[in-house]
């Protein structure tokens, strides 16, 4: 595993709690050999995995989007040719009238929670509300972001930049992507293997795709302590200027920390700057990381 990570590519899904400023610190404080299995059951964009790059992945969410997504790039039905067609086509079409652009917005939504297509969720993922990824029980129903100049030709470049940088990681490396719920994958986990979890926060309002409740993150922190057999780390925020995480208590790994600003989420609440966690399993913090006593 790399310990150093200078320079973090983005992929080209966005979503909220996405980890992009997070990736050196989690990379500098895992010791692992590498030599099992990386296991990402709360993938999401994949950031931390993508950057990370280990020779065997298992990549999974519960969202069947993302996992198409990258199935198609694995696949080769989508590439950075395709990408730019499409995107090219499509913001012309946003960006003909500024006074249209709205209701285009929620007919490519239309048409996705239609035909599911991988391009279309790229598009609304790159023209909506701040990267958010939300369902609802009628579908995707982020509302539209109302940026100027949405899909310029720089934009449009940068993310074919991502989806070419994305795919060359997928297919050079022994990963697969499925859809499943975290419990069903984590079950096949080994002690060689690393699991890198990143569950979503419970009590705050967005649903990614489904709720997640105190339960729910009870449940995982019973399984993470009792049935993972190799190592983990648990990513989650530590506190912010009103309050700590309480939640982190039922981890009994070893606490690490990194100050970190958010920038994704509607709400400007989420734009401060907030202390995270990484809970990472006692045996596998890299010796240079010093684990905080709380
Ligand atoms: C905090 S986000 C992960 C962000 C990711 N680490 C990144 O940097 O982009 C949480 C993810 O968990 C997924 N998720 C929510 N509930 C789940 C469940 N029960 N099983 C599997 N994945 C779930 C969501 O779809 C979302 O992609």
Redesign the pocket.
């Known amino acids: 595993m790399p310990r150093e990570i200078t320079k973090v590519h983005v992929p080209p899904i966005k ?1 909220q ?3 992009t400023k997070l990736v050196p610190f989690i990379a500098a404080s895992l010791s692992w050999d590498g030599n099992g299995v990386w296991y990402e ?8 995995g993508f950057n990370i790059a280990p020779k065997r992945a298992i990549f ?4 069947p989007y ?1 996992i198409q997504f990258y199935q198609d790039l694995q696949r080769g039905d989508l590439d950075a040719a395709v990408v730019r067609d499409f995107l090219t086509a499509e913001g012309a079409k946003l960006c003909q009238t500024p006074a249209d652009a709205r209701s285009y917005y929620y007919r490519v939504r239309e048409r996705f929670n239609q035909s599911h297509s991988s391009l279309d969720f790229l598009f609304l993922q790159r023209s909506n509300f701040n990267g958010m990824i939300r369902f609802g029980p009628n579908g995707y129903n982020v509302p539209f972001g109302r940026k100027p100049a949405r899909f310029s030709p720089a934009l449009i470049t940068k993310i074919v930049h991502q989806v070419a940088w994305a795919q060359q990681q997928i297919q050079s490396h022994d990963w697969q992507f499925r859809v ?3 419990q069903d994958v984590l079950a096949t986990v080994s002690d060689r293997d690393f699991v890198y979890l ?3 926060y419970a009590g705050r309002s967005t649903d ?3 709720s ?1 409740t105190a339960e ?1 993150t009870e449940a995982l922190a019973n399984w993470t302590n009792t049935r993972i057999p190799g190592g983990y780390a648990l990513s989650m925020w530590y506190k912010n200027k009103y309050r700590t995480n309480d939640a982190l208590h039922q981890w009994h790994g070893e606490l690490l920390t990194d100050e970190h600003y958010y920038f994704l989420g509607g709400k400007t609440v989420n734009r401060n700057a907030m202390t995270e966690a990484l809970v990472v399993k006692k045996g596998y913090v890299a010796p240079a990381q010093r684990p905080v006593i709380i």
């Open positions: 979503i709690g996405i980890k059951p709360f993938m999401g964009s994949g950031v931390v999974s969410d519960n969202n993302i499943a719920d975290w990143d569950p979503p990614y795709f489904g997640w729910d």
